[in-house]
């Protein structure tokens, strides 16, 4: 007889660093633009807040509205609240994907139904990404936990030949090898790591 298996990744390393760099965001930036080129960082804080309800249900296999609503379904309304909810749901967030049934059988995230695995690596890829531009946008540090990041290069990497990633990440920007893993992982994002506000 076999024990439980662990969860693939712990994303509340990540989840926290997220919250933290939210926490220090002043009003006067959320007008401010991001390497997202439709999001503000208002907009931005608002996408996160709803992917972390949307993986949160996902890893829960709670499916429904929160995790049929495509990406693509306009931009995100900043809650009034979303100082103290955003740290709330990505708590919640990290919470749902440390249960080991996270990862296994079929959910749905964005409308699109996915091996539980792969959700994961989306939402951990969503993580990494995020956080850089939500760091990058406000002037701040960031250095995301290294086995997110690991798995977030991993995954994009992997998605480089899929014919559909353009209309999720946009272009590939060569970075050269040689650089560090958060750009090469930044670039293939469809970012530059150069951007600046």
Not at 137 to 140: E, K, M, P
């Given at each position: 007889m076999t024990g439980p298996t662990r969860p693939t990744l712990d994303l509340g390393p990540q989840t926290a660093l997220v919250a933290r760099l939210a926490g220090v965001v002043r009003d006067g930036?959320?007008?401010?633009?991001?390497p997202c080129p439709k999001y503000t960082v208002g907009d931005l804080l608002a996408h996160l807040s709803k992917l972390a309800v949307a993986f949160r249900d996902a890893g829960r296999k709670h499916l429904g509205v929160t995790t049929d609503t495509s990406p693509d379904a306009?931009?995100?309304v900043l809650e009034p609240d979303w100082r103290t909810r955003l740290p709330a749901v990505l708590g919640e967030l990290a919470g749902a994907w440390r249960d080991p049934a996270a990862w296994s059988g079929t959910t749905r995230a964005g409308g699109a139904d996915l091996p539980g695995a792969v959700a994961g690596l989306v939402a951990v890829?969503?993580?990494v990404i995020h956080?850089?531009?939500l760091a990058r946008?406000?002037?701040?540090d960031y250095a995301p936990d290294p086995?997110?990041?690991q798995?977030?290069?991993a995954f994009l990497t992997e998605s480089v030949d899929d014919p559909g990633r353009d209309d999720i990440f946009g272009p590939v920007v060569d970075v050269?090898?040689?650089?560090?893993l958060l750009d090469r992982a930044v670039g293939l994002s469809g970012r530059d790591p150069a951007w600046r506000p």
């Open positions: 930036q959320l007008a401010d633009p991001t306009g931009l995100p890829d969503e993580l956080g850089w531009d946008a406000t002037g701040q086995a997110a990041l798995a977030c290069h050269p090898e040689s650089a560090p």
